[in-house]
C-alpha cells in the first residue's frame, strides 16, 4: 500500500529555478523554509497568537525536490506545553505538477506562544478555541496535493 501523509494539508507551492542548486535540485533550506512557514500557521492558529520557533528536531531529507514539483506541506500538533507547541511536519510532492506524489522532508518544529512583550505566554485550552481550529486537531486529513 502507498505511504500516507500524516497531518492537514497547510501549505502548497510550486518549485522554482530560482531555488536550486548547483546541482539543480531545490536548496535544502528552501524546503526548511516552507517548511517552517507551514508549522508557524499550524502553531500559531493552535495558540491564537503571536509564535517563534526555537527548535526543531528529527529533521530528515528524505529524497530531493526537483524544479517544477509541487511542494505541500502538512502539519498537525504533536504536543502542547505551558508556552510550547510541538508540531510535526511532512513535505510531499507531486513531481512535475502531475505526476507521482512522494514523501520528501520530515521533522518536528517546537514553537512557543509570546505576549506583546515578547515573554512566554501560556496557550489557551483546547475547549476555548475556535471550530476552524478544533476541527482539524484530531485525525488525519486525506487531503492530497
Ligand atoms: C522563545 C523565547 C522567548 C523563550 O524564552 P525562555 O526564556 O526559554 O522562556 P521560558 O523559560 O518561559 O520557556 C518557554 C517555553 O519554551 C520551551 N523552550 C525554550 N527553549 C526551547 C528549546 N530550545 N527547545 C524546546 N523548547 C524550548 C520551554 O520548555 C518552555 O516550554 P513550556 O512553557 O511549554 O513549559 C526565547 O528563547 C526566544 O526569544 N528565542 C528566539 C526565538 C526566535 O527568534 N525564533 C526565530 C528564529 S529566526
Given at each position: 500500500m502507498a505511504e500516507s501523509s500524516t497531518g492537514r494539508l497547510t501549505t502548497r507551492t510550486l518549485?522554482?529555478?530560482?531555488?536550486?542548486?548547483?546541482?539543480?535540485?531545490?536548496?535544502?533550506?528552501?524546503?526548511?523554509s516552507q517548511m517552517d512557514i507551514a508549522a508557524g500557521i499550524c502553531a500559531g492558529q493552535r495558540a491564537q497568537k503571536r509564535v517563534v520557533t526555537v527548535s526543531l528536531d528529527g529533521l530528515s531529507f528524505i529524497r530531493p525536490v526537483k524544479v517544477g514539483d509541487v511542494?505541500?506541506?502538512?502539519?498537525?500538533?504533536?504536543?502542547?506545553?505551558?508556552?510550547?507547541i510541538v508540531v510535526n511536519v511532512e513535505a510531499w510532492v507531486r513531481r512535475g505538477r502531475i505526476g507521482n506524489r512522494e514523501k520528501v522532508t520530515e521533522g518536528r518544529f517546537t514553537f512557543v506562544a509570546l505576549d506583546e512583550h515578547g515573554r512566554s505566554t501560556a496557550v489557551?485550552?483546547?475547549h476555548e478555541l475556535p471550530?476552524?481550529?478544533?476541527?482539524?486537531?484530531?485525525?488525519?486529513?486525506?487531503?492530497?496535493l
Open positions: 518549485a522554482m529555478p530560482a531555488d536550486t542548486n548547483p546541482a539543480g535540485d531545490l536548496f535544502g533550506g528552501w524546503v526548511l511542494l505541500g506541506c502538512y502539519t498537525y500538533v504533536a504536543s502542547v506545553g505551558r508556552s510550547s489557551p485550552p483546547e471550530d476552524y481550529v478544533r476541527n482539524h486537531l484530531s485525525g488525519d486529513r486525506p487531503e492530497d
